[in-house]
T-cell receptor, first 113, second 112 residues
Framework: QKEVEQNSGPLSVPEGAIASLNCTYS??????FFWYRQYSGKSPELIMSIYSNGDKEDGRFTAQLNKASQYVSLLIRDSQPSDSATYLC?????????????FGTGTRLLVSP | EAQVTQNPRYLITVTGKKLTVTCSQNMNHEYMSWYRQDPGLGLRQIYYSMNVEVTDKGDVPEGYKVSRKEKRNFPLILESPSPNQTSLYFCASQGLATDTQYFGPGTRLTVL
């Protein structure tokens, strides 16, 4: 079983719609979860971090964490063509030292005008 | 401007020819790390360093070496590159008080 599972996509949504990206992880002890965005040919950049069960909102982005189900999601409201990118889910591995991130393979999001 | 720089950005080389990819950060970060990114496999950690002279293996360290003689620099060394090391490499850094890893622009390496 992969440590982080993401649907590779592409996930296609029309402009203005809500994009829902999902991720499951295997390490029950993980405490920290992250969503990175990566544009084609560019480096990943952090867009959201979440540590507690529930929702965390930042502008058009909402991260949701359910530790019991080992599930984390990212909602993008009012999706824009500029949101078209690959979204990487990551968690901080337990007992592996400082900020050892384990990444999923990413979900490609396409927002059509 | 706060940034992580990598050089070179693109490199084509041949099997067995030693090479070094440099990484430098200007944010006085303690933590630095190297990843490789391959289609279908995602980002995988090669080596990381928690401070000067402190380095440790990540998930895929075979065929790579690193050093951390200065806080700002964390070079990746391929002593004898092989075609299976053809990949996109990213360096990243992070400060102790933050949860954000800052990535460099990437180095696309091709080993023939």
């Amino acid at each position: 079983q992969k440590e982080v599972e993401q649907n590779s996509g592409p996930l296609s949504v029309p402009e203005g719609a809500i994009a829902s990206l999902n991720c499951t992880y295997s390490d029950r002890g993980s405490q920290s979860f992250f969503w990175y965005r990566q544009y084609s040919g560019k480096s990943p950049e952090l867009i959201m971090s979440i540590y507690s069960n529930g929702d965390k909102e930042d502008g058009r982005f909402t991260a949701q964490l359910n530790k019991a189900s080992q599930y984390v999601s990212l909602l993008i409201r009012d999706s824009q063509p500029s949101d078209s990118a690959t979204y990487l889910c990551a968690f901080e591995g337990v007992n592996t030292g400082f900020q050892k991130l384990v990444f999923g393979t990413g979900t490609r999001l396409l927002v059509s005008p | 401007e706060a940034q992580v720089t990598q050089n070179p950005r693109y490199l084509i080389t041949v099997t067995g020819k030693k090479l070094t990819v440099t990484c430098s950060q200007n944010m006085n970060h303690e933590y630095m790390s190297w990843y490789r990114q391959d289609p279908g496999l995602g980002l995988r950690q090669i080596y990381y360093s928690m401070n000067v002279e402190v380095t440790d293996k990540g998930d895929v360290p075979e065929g790579y070496k690193v050093s951390r003689k200065e806080k700002r620099n964390f070079p990746l060394i391929l002593e004898s590159p092989s075609p299976n090391q053809t990949s996109l490499y990213f360096c990243a850094s992070q400060g102790l008080a933050t949860d954000t890893q800052y990535f460099g622009p990437g180095t696309r390496l091709t080993v023939l």
